[in-house]
């Protein structure tokens, strides 16, 4: 990432991510470029298991999570987080983030609820457009009342 670059923002100011990534390098990176874009905080794990632990204690908005990692790899956090029984852990907008272009995974990831697959090495302009229009569309201002009363689904 160039010192010039100029990455897209969060439109929101209490933005909280949570970043799983197993290759500490990339997991630096990735909390940089996050805070760059108007991140309030920046939760980091570096297995599947430590990521669900911290999406149970954080509620983040969004996160970002590498499919290929031990012990607790991508697609069982995805599936951890969807059976979590808090809503405000099992509705968490995931991106899995890869190097590995393996359509099986992709159909899993798809079938587990996965909100977007980021492909490495990254383009950051392109990461940064596709976090913030994932937080713009998924962002709850107040999670505090997820849960408390139950609103009946839309109709068409």
Known sequence: MSAGAKLERFTAEDVSVLVIEDDASTRSLLVRMLKTM???QVHE???GSDGLRLACENKPHVAICDVNMEPVDGLSFLGGVRAAL???VSALPVI???AAKDSAAMEKARALGVQGYLLKPFNPKGFASTMC???AKTYK???GSVGAIATPPATE
């Open 45 to 47: 794990a570096a297995n």
């Open 96 to 98: 899995m983030f890869t």
């Open 86 to 88: 808090n809503p405000k």
């Open 133 to 135: 229009d994932i937080v």
């Open 141 to 143: 201002a107040d999670w």
């Open 38 to 40: 108007g991140a309030a």
